[in-house]
């Protein structure tokens, strides 16, 4: 296991705890169309995606720990480590709509317009 790959699990979680601690910065931001609708927004989809970029670094990193011994990985990557940094950079993209789904339940009111 190398060092170097837990620099993204790092970053995520660094990333994720500023986002928390300053939810309504304009540097660490969750900046989508839907997020972007006023402040509110941009405020519940930065903590929620802050919430999961964290989870993310944490079960990666820790996914990379166990599986440091590994021979084979999946997916047909040569090591494990390459496997887990795969399918931790998927499940990030893959969160991304998930936190425009979840702000336009919340805030129905602000994107009812946009149906029109």
């Known amino acids: ?10 970053l995520l979680i660094i990333t ?8 309504t910065s304009t540097v660490f931001a969750y ?4 997020a972007s609708k006023n402040e509110q927004t ?13 989870a993310i670094g944490v079960v990666s990193a820790i996914a990379l720990v166990l599986t440091r011994n590994a021979e ?9 480590d390459d496997s887990v940094m795969c399918i931790m950079l998927a499940v990030f993209v893959f969160s991304l709509p ?3 789904i979840c702000c336009r339940k919340k805030f129905p009111e602000l994107f009812d317009e946009d149906k029109k």
């Open 31 to 34: 900046k989508t169309r839907t």
């Open 72 to 80: 084979k990985g999946i997916f047909g990557f040569a090591h494990m």
């Open 1 to 10: 296991m190398r060092w170097e790959y837990f620099i993204m699990p790092a």
């Open 98 to 100: 998930i936190v425009n």
């Open 16 to 23: 994720g705890i500023i986002m928390l601690l300053v939810p």
């Open 42 to 54: 941009q405020e519940y989809c930065n903590v929620l995606s802050a919430r999961i970029m964290i």
